[in-house]
């Protein structure tokens, strides 16, 4: 320990004018004690209010006067402390994303405060195999469904978690309770944390690794001992099936027998109950899975179970990179192109990125994976800082579906103004009679204001940015990168058709087609609408599992996780709804969602079959998509990026100016805008596709450049004439591309 007479901390007040280190005596009484990362309280400001504030520096110096400093006044009693890793991890973020040290700190402080943490519970069974059979077939018979999904699961296994039954398996306590009174379980409570799951004889079903999942495994963990973290970087290019989730496993098993941890990042909803169950089986009271409705006291639990080496596998959102192991060894995270993986708050942060830094700090490996991976990860893979492995067989079988495309201008030439293709209704029809499942996909995200031509595919977008423009009020179309603006048009400037205008259907117009369309279907709708609350997701997934409908309907949130094995057919409604959003990443946003969509379709026995409805059939992202051809979509994509100098090929930020008053929104971007420094390409102040939100208007500028320091360096040219800039609503936030 460090033993210093003065401290430099970080107090607790988001501002850009306190944003900065301040130096405080450490009193007698706490020199033997204080610690850099503790929580402390001082006095603050002329009216030596108290505030709370992190010990970032412990020092026997001090520039300024001792007798003009104040001294601490005492650690927080039962605050959480600052791992000294994850500072330097802070002032990386604070650096890269731009946000305050507090912020930053905030951002890689796991828990907050310490609360009780809570019991742990577990389900046991008290029935034999046989009998939980037969009470399973009872239920089935019954059709008391949920009682049924319990049971089925209580056939193998003798202990189950039972926040994971609740959660994934969506069965209500109510539920557990009539099976306990039915003898079929009992729920046990722990004080003390151990993992709920039995030793079932797994070490004998152990799967033989594939020759390409073995040479992955050996070559990524003979990194393991590297002290060189730049050799442990990787990308797992793999079809959804191909072994990649295993190949995970099996690298935790090798860093766990180098007395390493793991940290295990997912997309936040992905994870079904079976793929939980294989990591719990593996690592037992070693793994915990986190997920982001835990409460501050679970947070906490977790944190100590970390720091004390209570666990070796951590499973959990982007949040989880930041739990404080001691001796972490590698960062898998799946899925890595997924959207959740960009922090929503100041400081957007980008996971991958701050990743890396991480396993850097740490001297840990990294793992990406992914069956459609991102641009710019490919793209660095492609340029020698990953390395790349490609894993291109299904390892159950399976083919992948039959894909067709449908050009909706024909639809309507024929007279077909319905939001289902005439090929559409007929293969619905043709399911509905085999009793096999449908999924639809509306891939539309919040907003959508282009315009586009139902007779010729047409879309109106900027001459100078290549994005879709969005529609104003007050007859405008604007470019919401660069301000150009034009007329709005009541007809197709290519064709002359009066069929142009914004896509309006949703997701309940597309049930109530269905209803009118098929007498007695059964429809489940996922949406913003219908996920409100909970644990509703995981309901509507489990109702859609069980046969209780025809169809679902949703938008993204059906793609992921979750299997379906009774799901033949994939239709998506309008392809074009995410190719036209005003955005240089949406031709690859389409491609990804389109071939997650299509993969649905078909994971079972029967063979399935998927339908891409779009007025652009000959899109890149869409034809290489229904082929399910990635290397295909990259090369078009990247040569796209090359030429327009979008990222990965240049660096962008996209800053935006928020006001209460509009025209010092405008007036301080365009004073941002003239702040430029060399080497920057700044483009606007344009107005946002969305111009106000809660009153705030919105004012976009784009900044442009080959390298990111360039823009980096702007970014603190900005932030320095923030700190002395008269402000009064103004938020201005900053966000990489
Ligand atoms: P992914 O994560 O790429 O979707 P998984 O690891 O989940 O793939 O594997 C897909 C399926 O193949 C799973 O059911 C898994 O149990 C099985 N599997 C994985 N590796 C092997 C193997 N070496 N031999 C046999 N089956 C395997
Ligand atoms: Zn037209
Ligand atoms: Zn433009």
Redesign the pocket.
């Known amino acids: 320990m460090l033993v210093g007479k003065f401290a430099n901390v970080v107090i607790d007040i988001s501002h850009e004018k306190v944003d900065r280190l301040f130096g405080y005596i450490i009193p007698e009484t706490l020199r033997d004690k204080l610690e850099v990362g503790d929580l402390v309280e001082v006095p603050f400001g002329k009216y030596n209010a108290k505030k709370e504030a992190y010990v970032i520096e412990i020092t026997d110096t001090s520039d300024y006067p001792e007798d003009k400093m104040k001294e601490i006044i005492d650690i927080v009693p039962n605050a959480v402390s600052v791992e000294k890793d994850a500072i330097l991890l802070a002032y990386y973020i604070k650096d890269t994303y731009g946000s305050t040290m507090i912020q930053a700190l905030k951002t890689v402080l796991p828990a907050k405060k310490i609360v009780k943490p809570r019991q742990n519970k577990k389900i046991v069974r008290k029935l034999g195999r046989d009998e939980i059979q037969s009470l399973y077939g009872e239920c089935i018979r019954k059709k008391q469904s949920a009682k049924a999904r319990v049971l089925k699961e209580l056939v193998n296994e003798t202990i189950i978690p039972y926040d994971i039954v609740v959660s994934k398996l969506n069965v209500s306590p109510q539920t557990l309770m009539s099976l306990t009174r039915d003898g079929a379980l009992t729920v046990e409570i722990e004080e003390v944390y151990r993992n709920p799951v039995t030793n079932t004889n797994d070490e004998d079903n152990k799967?033989?690794?594939?020759d390409e999942?073995q040479d992955i495994v050996d070559t990524i963990s003979s990194t393991f001992d590297e002290d060189d973290p730049s050799k442990g970087k990787f990308l797992i290019h793999?079809i959804?099936?191909?072994?990649?989730?295993?190949?995970y496993i099996r690298l935790i098993e090798e860093a766990i027998k180098r007395n390493k941890q793991c940290i295990m990042l997912i997309p936040e909803i992905s994870l079904s109950y079976q793929?939980l169950m294989r990591f719990y089986k593996r690592f037992k009271d070693r793994v915990s899975v986190i997920n982001s409705s835990l409460s501050q006291g679970e947070k906490y639990d977790q944190c100590q179970r970390a720091l004390n080496g209570d666990i070796d596998v951590i499973i959990g959102p982007r949040s989880a990179l930041f739990t404080p192991f001691k001796n972490l060894g590698l960062v898998i995270i799946d899925e890595e192109h997924d959207g959740s993986y960009i922090s929503e708050s100041t400081p957007k942060y980008h996971t991958n990125e701050v990743a890396l830094k991480l396993c850097e700090i740490k001297g840990a490996s990294i793992v990406l994976g992914s069956a459609t991976p991102s641009v710019d990860t490919y793209f660095r893979a492609k340029s020698g800082e990953y390395r790349l492995f490609n894993?291109t067989k299904r390892?159950?079988g399976g083919e992948l579906p039959r894909v067709s495309i449908v050009d909706l201008k024909e639809e309507l030439k024929e007279g077909n103004k319905s939001i289902f293709s005439r090929a559409l209704i007929e293969k619905i029809d043709e399911k509905l009679k085999k009793k096999e499942q449908i999924m639809l996909f509306l891939n539309r995200r919040g907003y959508a204001g282009f315009i586009s031509c139902r007779a010729c595919g047409n879309v109106i977008k900027c001459p100078h940015c290549d994005v879709s423009l969005s529609r104003h009020y007050g007859g405008k179309l604007i470019c919401h990168y660069c301000g150009y603006e034009t007329k709005d048009v009541n007809t197709c400037p290519t064709c002359g058709s009066k069929y142009i205008s914004s896509f309006k259907a949703g997701t309940e117009q597309i049930e109530e087609a269905l209803k009118k369309t098929f007498k007695d279907i059964k429809v489940l709708r996922m949406d913003a609408d219908t996920t409100k609350t909970k644990d509703s997701y995981e309901k509507i997934l489990s109702a859609f599992k069980n046969n209780e409908a025809d169809v679902l309907v949703g938008t993204q949130m059906i793609v992921k996780g979750h299997d379906f094995p009774n799901v033949t057919l994939v239709g998506v409604i309008a392809a074009d709804l995410s190719l036209n959003e005003a955005d240089f990443r949406t031709g690859e946003r389409t491609f990804q969602l389109l071939t997650q969509a299509v993969g649905r379709a078909g994971r079972g026995e029967k063979e399935g079959e998927a339908i891409i409805q779009t007025y652009r059939p000959d899109h890149y992202s869409i034809i290489h998509a229904s082929n399910q051809d990635y290397l295909g979509f990259y090369n078009e994509e990247i040569s796209y990026r090359m030429l327009m100098d979008y990222p990965p090929c240049g660096k962008l930020l996209h800053v935006l100016i928020q006001s209460k008053d509009e025209r010092r929104a405008l007036g301080l971007a365009t004073a941002l805008m003239k702040r430029k420094t060399e080497g920057v390409r700044v483009i606007g102040p344009a107005i946002d596709s969305i111009s106000k939100i809660n009153d705030f208007y919105r004012y976009n500028l784009y900044v442009k450049a080959g390298n990111e320091d360039r823009i980096i360096e702007y970014r603190k040219v900005m932030e320095d004439f923030l700190k002395t800039a008269p402000l009064k609503s103004e938020i201005v936030t900053f966000d990489f591309q």
């Open positions: 799967l033989i690794l594939s999942q793999g959804t099936g191909s072994g990649k989730t295993e190949v793929t894993m390892l159950t």
